[in-house]
């Protein structure tokens, strides 16, 4: 359990030292990656959670920390060079910000919180004995997702009535049912049974009990399906990041081998880019990202991986996984189409980040990598990928090649 007390802290470790010195080692918990940060915000509830700035898309990552604490009083740590990019933060996602280094006063301010009830707690305000204590864990256990913890609560009145129940959305639950739990949520669900319950004597205490605690399994189970999808989503596109990327396709290709069905990796990246940024500053240059982003998703299938893999270079993994249906398929030309598709539609689009006085229409160079052909893994066909990339930078930007050939080429 979560003493009144905890403070997540991320910052860098000279910071981190500083902080943990000044509260106690077992008042402040000090982590130097955001994406550790988001991991331990997903994992518990945290009374205080404070961020360092600057750092890469800070905004964003104070939005991502308010999501998954929602009722943790969350503050921004700054030079004062920084107010300017966190004040507007406050109210929105920030409860305040502190200009470094802080007061005794503001130290003070820092310390304290809720306590965060563990599952036994939660069963001795609702019920008696190690046995609903239990009962709770096991629901906590499946609130890794809110259909698993549905699923398990469904389960428990199937075992103990013998009748099935179904969650459903509030205005579509069965007409004359009367409802067993409600989950508040946009929209509201309620269990609901689906035919007449058998007998059990410890069912109505236990959904009494689940009832007080369904707003706590809730939250968890939402944060945990958030922190889910943020540990594998790049903050800045909502694109995949560099890490899940890597993962997916290495487990893609070795399906691939297994059932003999093809894949090529694009790796792209936007012509000039530093100049767009330094010309017209960060923040146009990550809407420049973000529409970039959004167009490869309108031109990618549903079983495409789209991925942001660093700065402003991207790669893509096409792939259906069935082999081909008939000899004549050739599967890294329709990827060499597909990638082509979305360069000239990067070079059509207006960038509203830009103006009317841009200095030019954005361009992308890219190079395709075919398996088994080019390589047999993620890093492999990212090397071949990345050699063709250069090709087409140095034959004048603006083109999309396959590696060995000059297919794509605009």
Known sequence: MSRSGDILLLADEATGREFRGHLGPRQCAAVEDAYDALFEMGRRRWPTVVLTAPRADFPGLC?????????????????????????????????????????????????????????????????????????????????????????????????????????????RAPAGADPLLLMAGEPPRVLSPRGPLGPSDGLGPFLAMVQQALPALARVARRTETLARLAVTDHLTGLYNRRHFYQRTDEVLAEAGQKGFRATVLLYDIDDFKRYNDTYGHAAGDEILRDTAALMRRITRSSDIVARIGGDEFAVLFWEGTAPRHPGSRPPEDAVALADRFRLAVHAHLFASLGPDALGKLSISGGLAGFPRDGRTVRELLRQADRALHEAKASGKNAVLLVGSENGRA
């Open 63 to 171: 939005r991502a920390a308010r999501r998954l604490q929602r009722d943790a009083r969350l503050y921004a740590v700054c030079p004062p060079a920084g107010e300017p990019l966190v004040r507007p933060l406050v109210g929105e996602a920030l409860d305040d910000y502190f200009v470094h280094p802080l007061t005794r006063a503001e130290l003070r301010r820092l310390a304290g919180g809720a306590a965060v009830p563990s599952p036994a707690e939660l069963a001795r305000a609702a019920g008696d004995g190690p046995a609903a204590a239990r009962q709770i864990a096991r629901l906590f256990e499946a609130a890794d997702s809110v259909a698993g913890l549905e699923a398990c609560l469904a389960e428990t009145v199937r075992a103990a009535t013998g009748a099935a129940a179904e969650w459903t959305d509030v205005d």
